[in-house]
């Protein structure tokens, strides 16, 4: 009887490991296809992000400019280096330099703000001319409305969807960000056209009325 018992545990124990080890595999396998097929997908969308961008100059948006020192374009870049190699986990990485300085200037008003790289996803970052940002503003400063917002390619955010989503959000008077799309020039190149993304804030709850 207990040779019996031993043996079905065994057997329970072989083919439990059996389907782990099997869920580990594809899980793997999986994984390994959708970055295959997201990596397809961000080369072939280069002729669009063109287009996008030619659209951008014609767009009636608001237009910003990021103002940003050398160095501090070095940080971005090793930040954007270390996210390629390390994924999601380059935020926690000791070598992230974190938020470094820029301005942001807007109509007539120069803003100073700190910005870092923004996305633990590739597809925030894969393109090296269009990387998403957070961005703060220093001091007591807004920038319509915000205090603190990401800019990000609108791919990121399935274009149009996220912002009929807040719209929806806003209607039936439940908490909503400020969402938009706005023209974005980073040291005087046309980066074309970013969505513009409100942060956890004070401004946010205020913004639906329900400080």
């Known amino acids: 009887m207990r040779k019996n018992i031993l043996r079905i545990s065994i057997y329970l124990l072989l083919s439990f490991c059996c389907i782990i080890f099997g869920y580990l595999i594809s899980e793997t396998e999986f994984d390994d296809r959708v970055k295959q097929r997201l990596d397809r997908f961000l ?8 287009e996008h961008k030619l659209l951008s100059i014609k767009s009636t948006a608001n237009t910003i400019e990021l103002l940003i020192e050398d160095k501090n374009i070095t940080k971005l870049n090793n930040q954007r ?12 990485d000791k070598r992230n330099t974190k938020y470094v300085k820029g301005r942001l200037v807007y109509k007539n008003d120069t803003i100073k703000i700190k910005l870092r790289l923004k996305g ?3 597809d925030h970052y894969i393109d090296p001319l269009k990387c998403s940002y957070k961005i703060k ?26 912002w009929y989503f ?25 980066s074309g056209i970013y969505a513009i993304e409100e942060n956890m804030h004070k401004n946010l709850i205020e913004n639906n009325k329900l400080k």
């Open 43 to 50: 080369i072939a969308n280069t002729k669009i992000a063109k």
């Open 81 to 92: 280096k270390l996210a390629l190699e390390l994924g999601n986990k380059y935020r926690y």
């Open 120 to 122: 633990g996803q590739k």
């Open 137 to 162: 503003l220093r001091g007591n400063n807004t920038f319509l409305g915000m205090k603190r917002f990401s800019i990000q390619h609108p791919f990121t955010r399935g274009y149009l969807n996220e």
């Open 166 to 190: 807040h719209k929806f959000l806003e209607y039936t008077d439940l908490i909503h960000l400020r969402y938009n799309y706005i023209n974005v020039y980073i040291n005087g190149r046309n």
